[in-house]
């Protein structure tokens, strides 16, 4: 139902080497249902996208996230990739705005690989939660209960394994912003 979301503004945080079905899905989902989306990344600037390890479209994000405030946003999208949160997870103010989303019980959602910022940012400790399988061990020695399913929803966070789960995902994503 379009328009169901209207007046909320989500965040998707990434960077190069991002999985472009797992930004552009969320973000053609939340779109269409009337949300207000801002594109954050390291610097406001083009970034590649990746379809697995094949370069992808490009896509402009607007602006930097050491100028977001996670205050003005309603929730965060954190797309994966392997390249992509690895490189974020060792920014400190890309951390930190995730750690924000937490900290104002804001919703926040991750796929694939996008947990391992999660992670960094310490805030999976005693939650249930999926990725890609190869993260579980990580997201273990985090603190996290790590599970096998399509789509988790534990408190204001949302994960999903792959992109083959991106129904589920979207689907969860909308209902929860509701």
Do not use: Y
């Amino acid at each position: 139902m379009a328009d169901d979301l209207d007046g909320r503004m989500v965040a998707f945080l990434f960077t190069d080497g991002v999985e472009q079905i797992e930004l552009t899905e969320p973000l053609a989902a939340l779109r269409a249902s009337g949300a207000d989306t801002a594109l954050l990344s390291l610097e406001p600037a083009e970034v590649q996208m990746f379809n697995h390890l094949d370069k992808g479209d490009t896509i402009r994000a607007s602006q930097a996230v050491r100028e977001a405030d996670a205050g003005q946003f309603d929730a965060l999208v954190l797309p994966g990739g392997v390249a992509n949160p690895d490189r974020l997870r060792t920014d400190a103010e890309a951390v930190a705005f995730v750690r924000a989303f937490f900290e104002q019980g804001k919703l926040v959602a991750a796929i694939c690989h996008a947990p391992w910022l999660l992670a960094e940012a310490d805030v999976v400790r005693g939650r249930t939660l999926t990725s890609w399988p190869s993260l579980q061990t990580d997201l273990r020695n985090a603190g996290a209960h790590w599970v096998d399913e399509q789509v988790v929803l534990d408190g204001n966070l949302i994960t999903s394994r792959k992109p083959d789960d991106l129904p589920a995902f979207c689907a969860e994503l909308t209902r929860s912003l509701r």
